[in-house]
């Protein structure tokens, strides 16, 4: 089934990324690319975000959100789902392939983003604390045997589970945080996986759309 009407995602006004692919939208910009599907976006500031208009949407005051008729979601995860099932192109249709896609999404955001997330706060919070150095051996240790547990997964694969998925798209969504850490560097299959992700179209017109975003706020 594919939807026919025009949903409208929210987005950073000013990303704090600095218009780097990594803020939450872009999955689902890349999403909607990946399908084929038109989308409407519009851009709140951080304060517009805590306002009550936009809390009906998001509860937490973040984005991004999704709106398509009677529709309305929060949480990339559960976003990227919705279009993934809604749309071909992203869950493969036997049965336990599109579960094992499923699996892999919920991995990138329950298992592999969880610690990443943590060494961001530490990197930009801690710094100046009395533990910032054993809190972030602590934090990339468990990062990196994640990282080596994928990695072995993946092998010389291509891709997760055979052809392209929603779980790919959320697990190199994850992994691009990651990238100017280096620590991706350490596992040569992960950075040419993350590498084959950029690469699709999809993704390159998904970036070029939020990065034109803060282009124009430069302006």
């Not at 000013?14 to 599907?37: F, H, I, N, T, Y």
């Not at 994640?146 to 055979?162: F, N, Q, V, Y």
């Amino acid at each position: 089934m594919t939807l026919t009407m025009t949903p409208t995602i929210t987005a950073f006004e000013r990303s704090p990324d600095g218009g780097k692919g990594l803020a939450r939208d872009m999955r689902v910009r890349w999403a909607l690319e990946e399908v084929g599907q038109p989308y409407n976006v519009r851009l709140v500031s951080f304060k517009q975000m805590k306002q009550p208009a936009h809390r009906a949407l998001h509860p937490f005051g973040q984005i991004p959100t999704y709106e398509s008729g009677d529709l309305a979601l929060f949480e990339s995860g559960a976003i990227v789902f919705q279009i993934a099932e809604r749309h071909t192109g992203l869950l493969p249709d036997d049965a336990n392939s599109r579960a094992r896609a499923i699996a892999w999404m919920f991995a990138a955001l329950n298992t592999m983003e969880p610690p990443i997330v943590d060494r961001e706060i530490v990197t930009y919070l801690e710094r100046d604390q009395v533990w910032y150095e054993q809190r972030l051996r602590v934090v990339e240790g468990r990062i990196r045997n994640r990282l080596l547990e994928l990695s072995s997964h993946l092998g010389d694969a291509d891709w997760l589970d055979g052809a392209f998925s929603v779980g790919d798209l959320m697990m190199v969504s994850v992994l691009l945080r990651l990238k100017e850490s280096g620590m991706l560097d350490d596992y040569p299959n992960l950075s040419t996986y993350v590498a084959r992700g950029e690469a699709r179209p999809a993704f390159k017109r998904a970036f070029a759309a939020q990065l034109a975003v803060f282009t124009d706020r430069l302006k």
